[in-house]
Nanobody, 127 residues
Framework: QLQLVESGGGLVQPGGSLRLSCALSGATLNYYSIGWFRQAPGREREGVSCLSSAGGSTNYADSVKGRFTTFKDNAKNTVYLQMYSLEFEDTAVYYC????????????????????WGQGTQVTVSS
């Protein structure tokens, strides 16, 4: 059974940084594209980033381009979301999800694309 476990969330001041981790168990990361999503209270879930299974394709939401980077460590079977210059608007629960076959040629939060989801980790940007 494939499982995703996010970690690394917390409270950070505006302008600060956080690194989120998404650890995959029960399968090899090489076969899955990993998306990061977030959902703030009262708002719909939105795509943040996508990293293709081969690692050759990434996609970012316009709101995070230049501030967030996603990358993976195959040896640790873990995908990361490095977040810099955090803003109040980045406050949300962040989720990672795995898809077998999605090419990450776009950001898409459609639940039919993503086969597995993590439980989420809270990121709060506050002064």
């Amino acid at each position: 059974q494939l499982q995703l476990v996010e970690s690394g969330g917390g409270l950070v001041q505006p302008g600060g940084s956080l690194r989120l981790s998404c650890a995959l168990s029960g399968a090899t990361l090489n076969y899955y594209s990993i998306g990061w999503f977030r959902q703030a209270p009262g708002r719909e879930r939105e795509g943040v980033s996508c990293l293709s299974s081969a690692g050759g394709s990434t996609n970012y939401a316009d709101s995070v381009k230049g501030r967030f980077t996603t990358f993976k460590d195959n040896a640790k079977n873990t995908v990361y979301l490095q977040m810099y210059s955090l803003e109040f608007e980045d406050t949300a629960v962040y989720y990672c999800a795995a898809s077998f076959g999605f090419l990450c040629n776009r950001l898409d939060a459609d639940s039919t694309i993503w086969d597995y989801w993590g439980q989420g980790t809270q990121v709060t940007v506050s002064s």
